[in-house]
C-alpha cells in the first residue's frame, strides 16, 4: 500500500517533502458496485479538497 511505497522511497533516498493523502471513510465495507449515498453526498467535497490542493502546491486546474 501507500506506507509501502513511501517506505521504499525513503530507503532510495528519494522521498518525497510531504505527502497529503485525502479519502473517503465508507460507512459499510459490503461489496457493491454504486457508491453509498453518504459517499455520493461527499464525493464532491473531495474532489474539491485535491483539487484546492493541486492549486496550493501550484498546480492549478484546468478545464479540459
Known sequence: GLSDVLATLE???EQPGSV???GL???SLNMSLELSPLIQA???GLVE???GELGRLGYPPRVR
Do not use: F
Open 25 to 27: 471513510v465508507p460507512a
Open 20 to 22: 497529503t493523502v485525502l
Open 11 to 13: 530507503l532510495s533516498g
Open 42 to 44: 461527499r464525493l464532491g
Open 49 to 51: 479538497a485535491a483539487l
